[in-house]
């Protein structure tokens, strides 16, 4: 990582007020000016309009997010060194939620004070997503940083993101270091599951949900299970695991449903599980005109919403699966429901959840409001890096 030379972006008369709160990005609006000759990824100095310093970090006028921040301290050069610290930080932090070489997210961009990188462990391996021009530049030094840290058996990039061509960069994956398989096997929680680091969804597993996985436990014994866009069935093997007496998953991917067969029988519950590929609105329109009807109901969608301007769009389709889980709920049913989407908060979310329920004509209440596990810690100044919602609801009537 290059540290910065000198080269300057000078804010907007007012236009700091975001920076100076916490926030990481300086968006090409609050630009005034750069100075001469600044190459795109660059390490820049951040000043306000009186040329008063008030960060480092690197530098993209290819994306609206045009400098993201790595430090505020004067004292401190946006380098390798600096990126070394951060990882063995965040290394550190984990070490408070999860044993040593337990799966879990390593690297949260923002939230660990590393905006671009991401970096997942599963077992001996990581999975590493690059999503910046800034930390691109530098993924020599990433390696290094992280085989420092955790010593693992190899790294596998998976920066396939379309978010890349926003900052002017194509997609990416490549082996990175030793061998990474192209599946393995993983504990979380005393079950086994198949993880594909090199082809499958995400880097593997959606780990952000792992705790609301185990919050399923109380309230799953000899009930009927719906895990509705289970992917590769992990809600539905935990509440299984917690005692459920069958569970039916619904999922558009073959492959990611091959999987979940497979990670059923690894942990012998394949007698207890009834897969179903296809459209999941379909589906649980189909069951609710059948008059089915379950004991634990698991939403937990894809985003139907990455911008600001679909979030109407957004809010219609996380109603209609809320109202559709609300109609083929029994009588004292809990429903786990969730979504991944940051435009639509908290608050948003529940308010789509009240309406659902209206209109279902079902009394529900609010168990419990979960988020996101603390291996991707939320930075209080990057509201942005909030960005799972995660309910359980008990429907009464």
Known sequence: MQPAGGGRVVLRKGRDRRLKAGHLWVYAGEIQKTDDGLSPGDAVEVVDHRGRFLARGYYNPASSITVRLLTRSRDEAPDAALLRRRIAQA??????????????????????LLPGLTVDRYGPCLAVQIATLGMDRVRDDIVSALQDAVHPRGIYERSDLPTR????????????????????EVILDELRFLVRLRAGQKTGLYLDHRFNR???????????????????????????????????????????????????????????CEWIEGNAFDHLRALDHAKERFDLIVLDPPAFTKSARATEAAVRGYKEINLRALRLAAP???????????HLGPEEFLEVLRDAAADAGRDATLVEMRGQAPDHPIHLSVPETRYLKFALLLVRN
Do not use: Q, W
């Not at 999922?251 to 012998?268: F, H, P, T, V, Y």
């Open 332 to 342: 004292g049913a809990i429903i786990a429901t969730s979504s991944c989407s940051y």
């Open 214 to 272: 185990r919050a399923l436990h109380p309230h799953a014994r000899g009930r009927r299970v719906l895990d509705v866009f289970c992917n590769t069935g992990s809600f539905g093997l935990y509440a299984l695991k917690a005692g459920a007496e069958r569970c039916t998953g619904i999922e558009i991917s073959a492959e990611c449903l091959d999987l979940a067969r497979r990670n059923a029988a690894l942990n012998g519950f394949e007698d207890r």
């Open 91 to 112: 290394v550190a932090y984990r070490r408070h939620f999860y044993d040593a070489g337990e799966s879990c997210r390593l690297v949260f961009s923002e939230g660990d």
């Open 165 to 184: 061509l926003r900052e002017g960069l194509e997609a990416r994956t490549a082996l990175l270091s030793g061998e990474v398989p192209e599946e393995m």
